[in-house]
């Protein structure tokens, strides 16, 4: 009994050492932890965290940001550089561009893609493009377009609209430059099989091809062929296309421009040079109607604003009041008005016109010009302060209504002693006074565009050019002052 306790006691003990063993810091592998550790605070490893947690956000949102640049450049439009907006996809070639810009490639001519300049059908809204781009600008609104330039493409293309494509127009031919200048080149109408669907009896040869039978420019104009008065290239004289001016004699081919290549009926032509009333403004040839007078051309163009007439109604209306008259055009010829082309003419001189090309139609219109706002005063529809202006004694051969006339310098010395006011200016004299010829139109229509009496003009003129030997008086009563 006692040996088994004795072995219980030593049991205990040896448990006991080799606990002691184990805990003691010399002989345990674990090395112990760090004294500094044991004093730090809490609060500073707890901080220490945060800032870590930071710097990883921080991380995260430039990631996020980098991707958003980078998916934005992808949806790039290919036309505007810009972030796609209402995005269209074309097709085949499957390119994405803004709908208001695809509109308008097609609009100016585009028949392909605007990309890759491949053949294409259609371009149509791409709702897939538009989901993505509405995601990022959910997490990137600075990267939306702005206000104006939204609503300036919304003018442009409706949302869900799906474009075509033109189909592409035929490539020119390419031009040949080393075809000589010496000889004549064919009409249209010479080819056999051509589209007009008529054939030159005798056809011009064709240099490129026959050049021992090719027409030589110095032996004259082809057989049965001149050249057109518009774009200068032969015509055939019988191909129905061909028209002919009655006034100067022109033909023309009515194939290169048909609106300007072209000899119309009289009263459908439109004068060349004048399409609307800015072009009477800039036309020197209104105002030499009105011997100058800037004064009584502001109150035409001012009535011719108001009534909204164009210069294609004014030219109408001459031609109307031309035909009301006896010889018609015929004291227009005798002026020679027109000028005739080196083509003779193939009728009697006297024979009525009924074409007329756009030169021969400008030069009626500048001609008559003066007459038909004679008539139109009388219609009564200017204001009183226009209608009652004194009527100048010298009429329209008034040589104070123009500061540009030719006789300045002698009408100057004049004014010195019979004016006083220093503030007096030609503008005013034509502004006080009526200078247009209020007298009717006679059957033997006279010029609108007259000049000064030839008598008048001389006189002047040579008191213009007086020595010092003469005295003013004397120019007094070569030119009496008007008013």
């Given at each position: ?5 004795s ?30 550790c044991e004093?730090?605070?809490p609060r ?8 870590s947690?930071?710097?990883?956000c921080?991380?995260?949102?430039g ?16 036309c505007?550089?810009e ?37 294409s ?13 509405d ?25 869900g ?13 390419e ?10 080149r064919?009409?249209p109408?010479?080819s ?9 009896p ?53 194939i ?21 009333i ?16 800037t ?7 001012d ?12 030219y ?11 010889r018609?055009f015929?004291p227009l010829?005798?002026m020679?008005?027109?000028?005739i ?13 009924h074409?007329?090309?756009?030169s021969c ?11 038909w ?15 009652n202006?004194k ?25 010195v ?38 008598e008048?003009?001389?006189?002047i003129?040579e008191?213009?050019i ?9 120019a ?8």
């Amino acid at each position: 009994m006692a040996e088994v306790e004795s072995k219980a006691d030593s049991h205990l003990q040896e448990t006991q050492d080799a606990t002691l063993t184990r805990n003691s810091p010399a002989l345990s592998l674990k090395r112990s932890a760090s004294p500094t550790c044991e004093d730090q605070d809490p609060r500073k490893r707890f901080k220490g965290s945060e800032e870590s947690m930071d710097n990883q956000c921080t991380a995260q949102g430039g990631n996020e940001s980098q991707l958003a640049d980078e998916i934005a450049q992808e949806l790039e439009c290919g036309c505007c550089s810009e972030l796609l907006y209402k995005p269209v996809m074309v097709s085949p070639c499957q390119h994405i561009f803004c709908g208001s810009c695809c509109l308008l490639w097609i609009r100016n001519g585009g028949t392909n893609c605007p990309a890759c300049r491949a053949s294409s059908t259609t371009a149509a809204p791409s709702r897939p493009l538009q989901l993505v781009i509405d995601v990022l600008l959910r997490n990137a609104p600075h990267k939306a377009r702005s206000v104006r330039e939204r609503e300036q493409a919304d003018e442009i293309y409706k949302s869900g609209t799906i474009m075509r494509f033109p189909s592409p127009r035929e490539v020119s031919p390419e031009p040949n430059v080393n075809i000589s200048t010496e000889y004549a080149r064919p009409c249209p109408h010479c080819s056999p099989n051509n589209v007009y669907g008529w054939s030159c009896p005798i056809p011009i040869p064709d240099p490129t091809v026959d050049l021992e039978h090719a027409w030589h420019i110095d032996d004259g104009l082809p057989t049965g062929h001149v050249q057109c008065g518009n774009c200068e290239t032969f015509l055939a004289l019988r191909a129905p296309s061909t028209t002919k001016c009655d006034f100067c004699k022109t033909y023309f081919c009515g194939i290169g421009v048909p609106s300007r290549c072209s000899a119309a009926p009289i009263s459908l032509q439109q004068p060349h040079g004048f399409t609307d009333i800015s072009d009477l403004i800039q036309s020197s040839d209104v105002y030499e109607c009105f011997n100058s007078n800037t004064i009584e051309v502001e109150i035409m163009l001012d009535y011719i604003t108001t009534q909204g007439l164009s210069p294609r109604h004014i030219y109408r209306d001459i031609v109307k009041h031309i035909l009301e008259q006896p010889r018609q055009f015929q004291p227009l010829i005798e002026m020679d008005l027109f000028t005739i082309s080196h083509v003779p003419a193939e009728s009697d001189s006297s024979a009525t016109p009924h074409t007329i090309c756009r030169s021969c139609a400008c030069e009626i219109f500048i001609w008559g010009l003066k007459d038909w706002w004679i008539r139109e005063r009388r219609k009564g529809f200017l204001e009183e302060s226009v209608m009652n202006r004194k009527d100048c004694p010298e009429g329209s051969g008034c040589v104070m209504q123009t500061e540009f006339g030719l006789f300045n310098f002698t009408i100057s010395l004049i004014l010195v002693f019979s004016l006083t006011s220093s503030r007096w200016t030609f503008a005013d004299h034509a502004r006080e006074f009526n200078h247009i010829d209020g007298k009717p139109v006679e059957s033997e229509i006279s010029s609108a565009c007259s000049t000064p009496p030839k008598e008048t003009t001389e006189t002047i003129t040579e008191v213009g050019i007086t020595e010092g030997d003469r005295t003013s008086s004397t120019a007094s009563e070569s030119a009496p002052v008007c008013g």
